[in-house]
Structure formats: C-alpha cells, structure tokens
C-alpha cells in the first residue's frame, strides 16, 4: 500500500476529493441547497395564493366603500367579517365623522351604537363636568388576521358631549 506524502512537519497531506483515510471524501452537494430553495419557494407562492385568495373572498376593508347611513345602521350587531361597516370606515372617517359634532348629530348619522359608555371623575377631586367623557362603540365586523377578532369604531365625546376623537379599534 502506498503511504500518503507528509509536509516537512511529518503530517500527511490530503489531496483534493479524499479524506484522511485515503478514501473519495464525499463533497456537499448544491443539489441540497437548490431543494431547499425550491421547497421555500413553493411555501412562500402558496402563502401568497391563501393571502390573495383570502382577500378576494373577504373583501378586505381596504377597498374602500362609500359611506351609506342606511347600509351602516341596517349592519348594527352585525359581526360577521364581510360586515361592510369596516369598508365605510375609511370615506366615514375622512369626509363625515369631525371634530365638535354633537353626541346627536353623530347619532343622527351612525345610528345608537352597540355599547355607550360614560365616565366622570370623582368630585371631591376635580369637578366632574370638566373630564367627564362618554364614549361610543360600533361594530365594524371581523376584519383583522384570520377574521377572529372583532374590530369597532370609537367615537370620544368630551365633557361638552361633542366629538373629540374617533379611532378603529381591534378587540
């Protein structure tokens, strides 16, 4: 059997494409990389498709919808995700909800909400009138994730009951 050659230290020197055995070492493969390249892809393009797909079917709110005062209040307690209260938010927050509308007329507009709160501080602190608040929440549907978390609309009034501020608001 031939000896293998040694560097000037008494080391054997392996040559390319053996192991220190002698023996065919067996060199990594791009195959394995290109497998799992085209396994990511494939998950990734089927993320994609359930991502547009899910879209398509659920029509997002993000296609936005022209705010209707009778479609929105014949869809209170509605809390089925294609609700399409959430698709009348972003026209109903940009051109009719505003600063300083009075409990009323924003009633007039949405209808009574699902849930009314009110809020005063404690007098012996601070006198009531000046950071009483009330509160109005309604349904948008179930809009965000999967379609399992219900999302609302609040609308703030201040201790003069006009509207302070409004947000969406996922529960």
């Not at 809020?119 to 999967?146: K, P």
């Given at each position: 059997?031939?000896?293998?050659p040694t560097n000037?230290?008494?080391l054997?020197?392996?040559?390319?494409?053996?192991?220190?055995?002698?023996?065919?070492?067996?060199?990594p493969?791009?195959?394995a990389?290109?497998?799992?390249a085209?396994?990511?892809?494939?998950?990734?393009?089927a993320?994609?498709?359930?991502?547009?797909?899910?879209?398509?079917?659920?029509?997002?709110?993000?296609?936005?919808?022209?705010f209707?005062?009778?479609?929105?209040v014949?869809?209170?307690?509605?809390?089925e995700?294609?609700?399409?209260?959430?698709?009348?938010?972003?026209?109903?927050?940009?051109?009719?909800l505003?600063?300083?509308?009075?409990?009323?007329?924003?009633?007039?507009?949405?209808?009574?909400?699902?849930?009314?709160?009110?809020t005063?501080?404690?007098?012996?602190r601070?006198?009531?009138?000046?950071?009483?608040?009330?509160?109005f929440?309604y349904t948008?549907g179930?809009?965000s994730g999967m379609g399992?978390?219900?999302?609302?609309?609040?609308?703030?009034f201040?201790?003069d009951?006009?509207l302070?501020?409004?947000?969406?608001?996922q529960?």
């Amino acid at each position: 059997m031939k000896s293998a050659p040694t560097n000037r230290l008494g080391l054997r020197v392996v040559q390319t494409g053996e192991s220190a055995g002698g023996h065919a070492r067996h060199r990594p493969r791009s195959t394995a990389l290109l497998t799992i390249a085209a396994v990511l892809t494939l998950a990734l393009a089927a993320a994609a498709v359930f991502v547009v797909s899910y879209d398509i079917s659920h029509g997002l709110p993000i296609r936005k919808l022209a705010f209707d005062p009778e479609v929105w209040v014949a869809n209170t307690s509605n809390w089925e995700a294609d609700n399409p209260r959430g698709r009348m938010f972003i026209d109903l927050s940009e051109n009719y909800l505003r600063r300083g509308m009075t409990i009323g007329e924003t009633v007039d507009l949405l209808g009574e909400p699902e849930f009314r709160n009110r809020t005063e501080m404690d007098q012996d602190r601070v006198a009531a009138s000046a950071f009483a608040s009330t509160e109005f929440q309604y349904t948008l549907g179930a809009w965000s994730g999967m379609g399992s978390d219900d999302d609302w609309l609040h609308v703030n009034f201040g201790s003069d009951d006009r509207l302070t501020g409004f947000a969406w608001v996922q529960h």
